[in-house]
């Protein structure tokens, strides 16, 4: 009798297994993922390690953006389905475990026909990948002074910067199948040359044109080597006149948008290939329109990343002189800092008005951007407290100003060598680039040397100070 017990409670028990079994089987095919999920969830803890559950329980968790879940059982479920590679390329690069993604994509790529359509998508995704693997050895270490999230339709009215910079302003276009996107124009301080983004053919590139005596020259792309059959947007160019700063979605982004940097040579007239920056300015979202202020020690740059539809966050940050790597052997910390999930702060005034109103205040009374350490920043001279610090502030202070008018003389001289055909003229115009140039980068790699020179009167005094 008891076996025979037994032997019912073990039939009724596999019937009702099988019956929740092909319920679970039934929302998953109609897509009720929710609820197939609290199916698998129980049938996994009577069967841990069947392939097709933890891969069934696995893509409801990535139908319900649960990352760190979905992973584990796409692990779990083994090589019986080899679609689990390709959602584990996704998830492991959203995650930031890069390598593995590029590994997964791989071997799922492996899986194909030859002829497979979808191939050439998935070897774009590949190469992603491992461009992220490849930066993500190098993130660089930076120090944020402030950050805001705030509308995308307006973001650039919170990039608060000196007029001599230059102005940025922003339109929307509509594009092809109901997208939007930024038309950004750069104009410089002296209003004698633009760089602006424009749609092409359903795509954005960058275009340059330049102040003539009637009017601008006619537009044109900004180089071959920038605009590409992908999406180019969001021009700057530095005060130095060859250095610009662009966001390209193109094959050698990590994800959407990211940031990339290049320079103009003039004895070619050419333009270098452009550089991804790299993490943590860019990431798998949208990263875009990076400022730079050399002489204020400031930088501004937007992103999507962590952010609901239509809002971006606007982060303010100090640059780096030279690129600083950010250096651990725990991976976590790293990829915290990659994030930018972690990150040095640094507290600073914050104000609105104030740096359009900078040119108009004596000397003494103008707010300044000086990084005496890691826990302090000067925005007035009044606030050296070492009096031959205070001197050497004011001998960088000219040499600066001195810096920011050769890169006017600069710029004018290259828009002028651009703007001719006149051989004669140009001949004339080489020499004179190039002496001045040089006369530039002495001069920055004195900006530099008096620089650590000011930092280092000033600390002495502080420590001496705190050491009472």
């Not at 690069?93 to 590029?102: M, P, Q, V």
């Not at 092809?176 to 795509?203: C, E, L, V």
């Not at 100090?318 to 052997?329: G, L, V």
Request: hydrophobic letters at 35%.
């Amino acid at each position: 009798m008891r076996f025979r017990l037994i032997f019912l409670f073990l039939i009724t028990s596999a019937s009702l297994f099988s019956q929740r079994a092909s319920e679970g089987e039934i929302l998953f095919n109609n897509k009720q993922y929710a609820k197939a999920r609290s199916v698998y969830e129980v049938l996994l803890k009577k069967k841990p390690n069947d392939a097709l559950y933890n891969y069934r329980f696995a893509r409801c968790c990535y139908e319900l953006k649960e990352i760190e879940q979905a992973i584990s059982h796409f692990e779990m479920s083994g090589t019986k389905f080899p679609i689990c590679d390709l959602y584990l390329g996704e998830l492991y690069f959203k995650t930031y475990r890069f390598d593995e993604s590029a590994s997964a994509y791989q071997t799922f790529i492996k899986t194909l026909d030859s002829t497979d359509i979808k191939i050439p998508d998935l070897k774009l995704k590949l190469k992603r990948s491992e461009n992220a693997a490849r930066l993500f050895n190098k993130v660089e270490d930076i120090a944020i002074v402030d950050s805001v999230v705030v509308n995308k339709s307006e973001f650039l009215k919170f990039y608060k910067f000196s007029s001599e910079l230059g102005s940025l302003t922003q339109e929307t276009l509509n594009m092809p199948h109901k997208r939007k996107a930024d038309k950004i124009k750069y104009m410089t301080q002296r209003q004698d040359r633009m760089y602006f983004s424009d749609s092409i053919r359903g795509n954005m590139n960058i275009f340059t044109s330049y102040k003539l005596l009637d009017g601008w020259s006619k537009p044109v792309s900004i180089s071959d080597v920038i605009n590409t059959t992908a999406n180019e947007n969001y021009p700057f160019l530095l005060l130095d006149g060859v250095t610009v700063y662009f966001a390209s979605d193109g094959e050698n982004s990590i994800g959407g948008y990211d940031l990339f940097v290049t320079r103009f040579n003039p004895s070619t007239n050419t333009y270098l290939t452009p550089e991804n920056i790299g993490f943590p300015f860019n990431s798998p979202a949208n990263d875009y329109m990076m400022v730079i202020d050399e002489q204020n020690k400031l930088g501004w740059f937007a992103t999507d990343r962590n952010q609901p539809t239509g809002k971006v966050a606007i982060y303010t940050f100090i640059p780096n002189d030279t690129k600083t790597i950010f250096r651990s052997e725990n991976k976590e910390m790293l990829k915290s800092v990659a994030q930018l999930k972690t990150y040095r702060k640094i507290s600073t005034v914050k104000t609105d008005s104030l740096v359009e109103k900078q040119n108009q205040l004596p000397e003494s009374e103008k707010q300044i951007e000086f990084v005496v350490n890691d826990s302090t920043v000067y925005t007035n001279v009044n606030q050296f407290k070492n009096p031959e610090a205070l001197k050497l502030w004011n001998d960088l202070h000219k040499l600066s100003n001195d810096y920011k008018n050769k890169q006017k003389d600069l710029s004018t001289l290259r828009a002028k060598y651009e703007n001719t055909d006149n051989s004669e003229m140009r001949n004339v115009l080489v020499p004179q680039i190039l002496e001045l140039e040089n006369k530039i980068l002495e001069m920055k790699k004195q900006l530099s040397i008096k620089t650590v020179e000011v930092r280092n009167a000033e600390v002495k005094i502080i420590e001496k100070n705190q050491g009472k």
